[in-house]
């Protein structure tokens, strides 16, 4: 059973940064395709960046050279670097392994494993 837990989340000012984790279970995160999603309360969901399973990253334009997503197959986990935070990046973060088969990775429907999702709220 795949199981996906984010953590790292937290209350911010601008300009700082976080690192988010995305621990997995009962899946090789480097046989797989992840990405990075983020909500707001009514709102869709988001994609900010994606980890291909050969690794090929690729980020939303709202994010690029600001994060930074990454792997570590050692610790069978996924990471979002975030820098220079603002406001407009506050929301519910989930990390999501990919489907076979799936559409565009900026699209919610392309995932069908999620986690719980992680907080960050960043202030002015």
């Known amino acids: 059973q795949v199981q996906l837990v984010e953590s790292g989340g937290g209350s911010v000012q601008a300009g700082w940064s976080l690192r988010l984790s995305c621990a997995a279970s009962?899946?090789?995160?480097?046989?797989?395709?992840m990405a990075w999603f983020r909500q707001v309360p009514g709102k869709e969901r988001e994609g900010v960046a994606y980890?291909?399973?050969?690794?090929?990253?690729l980020y939303a334009d709202s994010v690029k050279g600001r994060f930074t997503v990454s792997r570590d197959s050692d610790r069978n986990t996924l990471y979002l670097q975030m820098k220079s935070l603002k406001p407009e990046d506050t929301a519910m973060y989930y990390c999501?392994?990919?489907?076979?088969?799936?559409?565009?990775?900026?699209?919610?429907?392309?995932?069908?494993?999620w986690g719980q999702g992680t907080q960050d709220t960043v202030s002015s």
């Open positions: 999501a392994l990919r489907r076979p088969f799936g559409a565009l990775w900026t699209l919610a429907t392309s995932y069908n494993n």
């Open positions: 009962g899946v090789r995160i480097t046989s797989n395709s």
């Open positions: 980890f291909k399973d050969r690794g090929t990253t």
